[in-house]
């Protein structure tokens, strides 16, 4: 998207339903995001983690599986990035390609006014 936008829904009928796809859709990454931790933290826990190679490159592997969850989640608008909650109203920010709850938007876009970056949030 190239545009700021703002998506407001009023019915309180489709913000329900909107907030529970939401909360399905992070409690689905949150439980693949906990089995790689578990089995990093697992990988973590054999005496030789620093000197074994391959556990090391396992463990790189998992590191990568994690953030290929965390990457996309942090880019879309399920949770805004600044205050982390999923049941707001959220703005796109062409410039940072991230959505931000209305609340946040509003304020970062204040603050980055006032240091002289208003293009940071236009």
Known sequence: MKVK???IIRDQHLRRIRNNIRKLLLSACSAEQSKI???RDRLRECD???DNEGVLK???ELNGQSWAIERPLRASILLCPACFQSDKD????????EWY???C???LKIGFTEEGRPKQFP
Request: net charge neutral; proline share 4%; charged share 30%.
């Open 48 to 50: 030789d983690y620093y």
């Open 105 to 107: 938007y509003a304020e």
């Open 37 to 39: 931790h578990d089995e």
């Open 5 to 7: 936008r703002t998506i």
């Open 58 to 60: 396992q463990a790189k």
């Open 101 to 103: 709850c209305t609340g």
């Open 90 to 97: 959220m703005t796109y920010n062409p410039v940072r390609k």
